[in-house]
């Protein structure tokens, strides 16, 4: 079991950049892989970007080239660096873990945060 704490959302200008924290807290096994998500109003979840425990990253091909995952495994926190950001990156965004590798296309990961909400002005 996990739970996960996001922050850093806010509202910020395109071009513009925004740093979101996951913090962890459980047992490492149901971290295994961890993620981020969004979800804009009247829109599908889409998987932005995802790390798992061998250091494998992917990215949606809609961030590529701006947004960034890291994680600091000794302060259990999973961040999401934001750069040039547009405003159709407008969205709730959701920190997601689970023991297995999950596709950020398709899969639904076992847990998930509350969500921090990310605007971007033009």
């Known amino acids: 079991q996990v739970q996960l704490v996001e922050s850093g959302g806010g509202s910020v200008q395109a071009g513009g950049s925004l740093r979101l924290s996951c913090l962890v807290f459980?047992?490492?096994?149901?971290?295994?892989?961890m993620g981020w998500f969004r979800q804009a109003p009247g829109k599908e979840r889409e998987g932005v970007a995802a790390?798992?425990?061998?250091?494998?990253?992917s990215y949606a091909d809609s961030v590529k080239g701006r947004f960034t995952i890291s994680q600091d495994v000794a302060k259990n926190t999973l961040y999401l660096q934001m750069n040039s950001l547009k405003p159709e990156d407008t969205a709730m965004y959701y920190c997601?873990?689970?023991?297995?590798?999950?596709?950020?296309?398709?899969?639904?990961?076992?847990?998930w945060g509350q969500g921090t909400q990310v605007t971007v002005s033009s």
């Open positions: 790390i798992d425990i061998y250091g494998m990253i």
């Open positions: 459980g047992d490492t096994y149901s971290s295994n892989w």
């Open positions: 997601a873990a689970d023991p297995r590798r999950i596709s950020l296309s398709v899969g639904y990961p076992n847990y």
